[in-house]
Each structure stands twice: as structure tokens, then as C-alpha cells.
């Protein structure tokens, strides 16, 4: 069954609470948010100018006031790179902190990703073995807490589907799934429903991003991802894309949420969930007319 969530992150670029993004989570009747976490204190955060959590918070009640709200965590977003060696000297403790967080309030995922960018001075194959020897000590922590870590494709090595295959193909475990992310997958170059499919047994959670055009003609060849959607899902050049994902995930039943990334603007947060909606209700084989 497909569920609609949202990511928190929509109200980084509004200068948004917390509080906010749960506000229009109700607003929509969506049953699932996704948060991003920082690792410490932040004074933006503090203050109420981004929509995160702090590792440091307290879980339980965190817990309380989403129940309250009634909202489940469908996943923490613990993007710090984990590629090469930034991700071994600040980004396995920053995942495995918020694996914990995560179990402490009964989310079941975890994502991460590789960096916007290669490390200077690795060859990639050393920063793919530094990569998977991060994901391995995560992954400890990962099958003790029973908190499943997902891939994001977002950098230049996971957006890159046999770099992608060659993580997945090392480890075998249930705890280690996929984030797919409609919009940096596009943008990156690939195609997003053939990407989907080849990972689709693995596919645990996924992010919905459109692109508009003026987005995708100033992108860079080097380009791989981007933060959210600056007009409604349904009404940018991913549209299609997207809804023939959505009949992936409905032909294989997939059981999961997709959290929608877009600006946190009333109106264009309304015509994507209508979109959505309208995507996930139409019957497997038949492809909405985009607006």
C-alpha cells in the first residue's frame, strides 16, 4: 500500500519550525512526516528557524507530541555523507546516533548518501571501499537496533546504478534498503522508472521531487541531486517519470511511504498531495494526464 508522507526539510528554505512543518502535515491529512536531525546544538534550530531535531533532544518526548498530533516517523534523515573519509570521521557516529534516536521513538528508517562531491587525492575505488567499510560499522548498529539504513541516491557514486550495486552486493542484510529519490536521479541523467526497477526489491522509502525546467537547463554535467521541488509535483518535466514510478511500486505492491519534497508553500504543498493522490488511486496501467 502506498502511503503520503512529507519531509520537514521543505520549510529550510522559509526559515520553518518544526512545529510548522507538523501543522501543515495535519493540514493535509498525511499520516507520515520525515525529519532531518543535527547532531548537537544549532542556534538557527534553537531559535526556530529550521525544521530539524536534535540528537540531543529527548526522544520520548518527541514521541508524545507526534502521537498527539497523530503522526508516525516513516524515516530520519541522516544525509551527512558517508562517502571516503569524512564519512568515517564524522558521518558513521552521526548515523549511528540517529539510530538510536530513531529506535527510541519507533521509526523505521535511517537515510544517508555520499557527498555533492569526490574526495580530492582518493581514486574511487578507494573511496568506495572507505564507503563500504562506513556502512559496515553502521550496519552494526543498524541489526542491533532493527532500524533499517537506506542509500539515498543523491551524490556522484550513488546516483551512478552499478557503484549503487556494488554497495548493495557487498553486504546481505535486511537492514540496509533504499531511499529512491525521483528528482536526483532525473537530474543526475538517469531515468528515474528504470532505476527504480532495477533496485526495486530493495526499495524501502522514497523521496518525490518534480524538476522544473529552468531547474534541469541550469544544471551542470557534474550535477546529481537536488534539495526539494520549487513547483507542485505534477507540474514539472519529472511528472511522468514520477507517475510511471508510482506504477512500479503499485504493479509490484510495494508497502511503503513516499515523502514528498517540495517548497513548504500552502498552495503548492495542496496541488502535490492532490497529484499524488490522484496518481495513487488511478488503476495500475493508466498514467494521469500531468497538469
Known sequence: MLKLGMHTDNWRPLSGSFEQAVAAARD????????????????????????????????????????????????????YPISGPLGATFGVRYAQRAIQFASAIGCPCVDTTDGQFKPQGYTDDETIAITIQNYRQILEWAEDYEVTVNIEPHGP??????????????????????????????????DPPAFLERFLPRLR?????DVTASLAAGATAEAT???MSEAPIGAGI????????????????????LSI???GVPEILASSAAWLRGQIGAEVGHLERTV
Open 28 to 79: 493535509l491529512e498525511l499520516d507520515y512526516i520525515e525529519f532531518g536531525v543535527i547532531n548537537g546544538q544549532d542556534f538557527i534550530q534553537g531559535l526556530g528557524y529550521a525544521p530539524t531535531i536534535s540528537l540531543d533532544a529527548n526522544p520520548i518526548r518527541l514521541r508524545r507530541y507526534l502521537d498527539e498530533q497523530r503522526l508516525q516517523v516513516s524515516q530520519i534523515d541522516a544525509g
Open 157 to 190: 557514486f550513488t546516483t551512478d546504478p552499478e557503484v549503487l550495486a556494488r554497495i548493495f552486493d557487498y553486504f546481505d542484510s535486511p537492514w540496509l534498503g533504499l531511499n529512491f529519490d525521483t528528482g536526483n536521479t532525473f537530474i543526475a541523467g538517469r
Open 205 to 209: 522509502h522514497l523521496h518525490i521531487k
Open 225 to 227: 541531486g537536488i534539495a
Open 238 to 257: 519529472n511528472a511522468e517519470n514520477i507517475a510511471r514510478c508510482i506504477q512500479l511500486m503499485k504493479a509490484a505492491n510495494w508497502d511503503g511511504v
Open 261 to 263: 519534497e517540495c517548497l
